[in-house]
């Protein structure tokens, strides 16, 4: 139980194109995902909260008109990265917690990851 | 900058033996805490958690010791096994019923050697 998927797992585009990536939810229902994202050899930092129904919590630094979030059912929130350029280039992971079990757990269910490449 | 950290970025053992990673965090407000395991290409895989009420957790092969006092975290891994090699993240979460997303430590690369 408890799996989390993302889509695509890889993905090269061209500097300036935008790109979407899914993260669902499989087994459970969702009304929080998170969007983290990880450069080679460092550490994963939160990007944002996505909240089902209302609009994403970006962290500071996080330009929120340049990753668009949308978590339109419990099950699915999509990071869409606009203008992508090289330095968006990176891995990023999705989270997502129990909506049966948040009132009484803390723990996130991660997904697989996606590998984003600007060219 | 980050709140949790770690002491050691790279630990080499020899299979078999047991293994300890630290994480020193700096959030007194934090009351949740988890040791994730990544494989290269992969998401992170949860292995252990404890809140902060508590200050030593058991899991299989894995202990989890917190000490509220200096505001660190160890991860203890008991008879290694080459499967055991990855990086290791502890993570925390501040006060807020889990509402908050996670801040990571910076990792530590567990080696096991043949």
């Known amino acids: 139980g408890a799996v989390v998927s993302q889509h695509p797992s890889r993905v090269i585009c061209k500097s300036g194109t935008s790109v979407k990536i899914e993260c669902r939810s499989l087994?459970?229902?969702?009304?929080?995902m998170f969007w983290y994202r990880q450069f080679p050899k460092q550490s994963l930092m939160l990007m944002a909260t996505?909240?089902?129904?209302?609009?994403?919590?970006?962290e500071q630094g996080v330009e929120k008109d340049k990753f668009l979030i949308n978590h339109a059912s419990l099950t699915l929130s999509t990071l869409t990265v606009t203008s992508a350029h090289p330095e968006d280039s990176s891995f990023y992971i999705c989270?997502?917690?129990?909506?049966?079990?948040?009132?009484?757990?803390?723990?996130?269910?991660f997904g697989p990851g996606t590998r984003l490449t600007v060219t | 900058g980050e709140s949790v950290g770690l002491h050691l970025p790279t630990l080499s053992v020899q299979e078999g033996d047991n293994s300890i990673i630290n994480c020193a965090y700096s959030?007194?407000?934090?009351?949740?805490f988890i040791w994730y395991k990544q494989e290269s290409g992969k998401g992170p895989q949860f292995i252990i958690d404890?809140?902060?009420?508590?200050d030593k957790r058991q899991g299989q092969r894995v202990t989890v010791l917190l000490n509220k006092t200096v505001k660190h975290l160890s991860l203890q891994i008991a008879a290694t096994q080459p499967g055991d090699s990855a990086v290791y993240f502890c993570?925390?979460?501040?006060?807020?019923?889990?509402?908050?997303?996670?801040?990571f430590g910076k990792g530590t690369h567990l080696i096991i050697q043949p």
């Open positions: 989270s997502a917690r129990d909506r049966l079990t948040s009132g009484s757990s803390y723990e996130q269910y």
């Open positions: 087994d459970f229902q969702a009304t929080t």
């Open positions: 996505s909240n089902e129904g209302s609009k994403a919590t970006y």
């Open positions: 959030n007194s407000a934090s009351d949740y």
């Open positions: 404890i809140r902060s009420n508590m």
């Open positions: 993570a925390e979460n501040l006060a807020g019923g889990g509402a908050d997303g996670l801040t």
